[in-house]
């Protein structure tokens, strides 16, 4: 059996132009949408947070009244160690 190369094009080749960016921070308003939640959960998330951390640090940035900004990593991390903790 011959072998067959396929000679490169763009159809089958990376070239490098493609960006893939990571989520680090989210507005609270903007956090919802991403898990699919009510933006009242998230703020009540944000609430329990400042009563106790469970041992998260930096969970979010609060620049001004209507503008804080939510590390992704953290909160999932947040929202995995408080997991059942209702029960």
Known sequence: MPKIVTPPN???????E???????????????????VSRTTVYKWLREYDKDDLGIKGLYVDYSANMTLINIAKLEDYLIKRSKKWM
């Open 10 to 16: 763009p159809d089958n080749m990376i070239l490098g």
């Open 18 to 36: 493609e960006k893939f960016v990571k989520k680090l921070y989210a507005k609270a308003t903007h956090i919802n949408t991403m898990f699919d």
